[in-house]
């Protein structure tokens, strides 16, 4: 294909999760459509797909706090919990469909059983935990759960939470034996590979610089070719952004009224890498615990194994970062560059009202090597430092926009943002992210091409992914049916 002198019909700028996902979508559904994918690196999936830079937790709210979070009043409510469950559901359904289509090979090399563990301690968070267990174990998406306050059982689970822990402390846990770990950066290039076999274009080392829209409404992509040091012009029918953080910046250059008010907020991660064998070996668990006052989201701590290569290997953190580039191999001036009179207000609201976040912030970064040691000990005790070393993770840029009765907010997930005639769209923000981009995508698909979707794409889409649109958690067999069905065409032995 010789895009320079084409007009696509799909461009994808970013070669991660959502633009493979989003790719084998149209693929499937428009087979003659023309599709190009232009990635900056010099391979796919090196940002926030790669699996050293994403938590690979596979998302399913079995252990993340922060989709349940307790009200002012002390109410909780699993709406949220359910809501992401359902939505890695539909993750799981459409991998299953694409191994038995011979798209994805080998799903033990992208996907996992690993059990999901949520760990509190302390009289307060202890009742919390115990409430929300009450409040999700007769949910039939969370019918797997096991709440325990005996340490001893916890050390079953997880013997490295108790090992020498002080016995007077209350503590709490949570399991759920089907959570799974997924690497994402796998998942990507398979699914690229396949668009590659398809006929799909797939331009590596080329730098998306700026999109304009053109007099008859296409758009045309301004590139660098890194390889051959040169410049180059694409138009294409339809645009996807799936660049990460720098989504921001390249909507901002498409001018469309819709990005207006929205900024962006870098904050980078760092783990903790165990480099001793015989410790990872004592646990295979996905530990989570409750995030510290002030800290986003993304920034809750999770004891938790990782199978990368093949390899297990066992990773505690994150512990937050700030940087100003979008991107783990990006420029420092991005967070500059994207500042615009449209955005500064609500960026410089968000800053004046933050002030919580920004203290974690600070006091992170200020943290030494012991102090980073001591917040390891909260979730294993018995953590000797020599075995361990701190591995910098991916960069997550989150969303700030207007706010009516706030002026700005600063808003935690992911969010499409997309003109009104359905021509270009991107993905911003962060967590869930991968674990959702199945649901995420279609939800694209449905709002940027309606006429087609809820007509002769309709079929497909309900076969390749039959609980989309629909609530599985309110059928009981219905759901322990899918749970079933896809853990045995994943091979996710429990």
């Known amino acids: 294909m010789t895009v320079t002198k084409e007009i696509l019909d799909v461009a994808l700028v970013g070669g991660g999760i959502m633009s493979a996902t989003l790719g084998t979508f149209i693929n499937d559904l428009e087979p003659s459509w023309s599709i190009a994918l232009f990635e900056s690196q010099s391979e796919v999936a090196t940002e926030s797909s790669n699996a050293w830079n994403n938590a690979g937790t596979g998302h399913a709210a079995l252990c993340e706090l922060n989709y349940m979070p307790e009200g002012a009043d002390g109410s909780l409510s699993s709406a ?3 809501d992401i469950n359902q939505q890695f559901v539909m993750s799981r359904e459409w991998w299953s469909q694409l191994v038995e289509r011979g798209v994805l090979s080998a799903p033990e090399e992208f996907i996992t059983a690993v059990p999901h563990l949520t760990f509190v301690e302390g009289e307060k968070d202890v009742d919390y935990l115990r409430r929300r267990y009450e409040t999700l174990k007769n949910e039939p998406l969370f019918s797997d759960m096991e709440y325990t306050e005996d340490p001893a059982v916890i050390a079953e689970w997880a013997p490295l939470l108790i090992d020498r822990r002080d016995k007077s402390q209350k503590v709490a846990a949570t399991r759920s034996r089907t959570g799974t770990d997924v690497n994402f950066g796998e998942v990507t290039r398979q699914l690229v590979g396949n668009l590659e076999k398809e006929n799909a274009a797939v331009f590596t080392n080329n730098v998306v610089t700026k999109i304009s829209q053109n007099d008859d409404g296409t758009w045309k992509l301004q590139i660098t070719d890194q390889q051959r ?19 921001l910046l390249l909507l901002q250059s498409a001018k469309i009224p819709e990005i ?8 980078s991660g760092k783990f903790l890498r165990c480099k001793n064998q015989e410790v990872i070996k004592q646990h295979h668990a996905k530990v ?36 100003t580039n979008f991107l783990k191999h990006g420029g420092y001036g991005a967070l500059f560059q994207s500042i615009r009179p449209h955005n500064l207000g609500p960026m410089m609201k968000v800053g004046l009202t933050q002030w919580s976040l920004e203290k974690y912030l600070l006091k992170e970064l200020s943290a030494t090597k012991q102090a980073q040691i001591e917040t390891l000990r909260e979730y294993f005790p018995a953590a000797d430092a020599d075995d361990w070393e701190m591995v910098t993770a991916g960069q997550r840029v989150q969303i700030m926009k207007k706010d009516p ?20 769209a991107g993905l911003l923000g962060a967590s869930p992210g991968a674990s959702t981009a199945v649901y995420a995508m279609l939800n694209l698909l449905e709002r940027c ?9 309709a079929a497909k889409i309900a ?15 219905l759901a322990q049916a899918t749970l079933d069905s896809t853990a045995k065409t994943l091979k996710l032995e429990v």
Not at 260 to 267: E, N, Q, S, V
Not at 406 to 420: C, D, M, R, S, Y
Request: hydrophobic share 35%.
């Open 80 to 82: 949220k919990a359910i």
């Open 229 to 247: 040091s040169q410049s180059k012009t694409v138009n294409a029918k339809f645009v996807f952004v799936g660049a990460g953080g720098s989504a």
């Open 260 to 267: 207006k008010g929205y900024g962006g907020f870098p904050i």
């Open 288 to 323: 989570y615990g409750k995030a510290k006052v002030g800290a986003p989201p993304m920034s809750v701590p999770h004891l938790d194994t990782r199978i990368i290569d093949g390899k297990e290997e066992l990773l505690f953190g994150p512990y937050a970062g700030f940087s």
């Open 405 to 424: 009765e706030k002026g700005g907010v600063l808003q935690f997930g992911t969010e499409i943002v997309a003109n009104a005639e359905g021509s270009i």
């Open 449 to 457: 091409f309606p006429e087609e979707f809820h007509g002769k794409w």
């Open 463 to 477: 076969e390749s992914v039959p609980s989309y649109g629909k609530n599985i958690n309110s059928d009981a067999d």
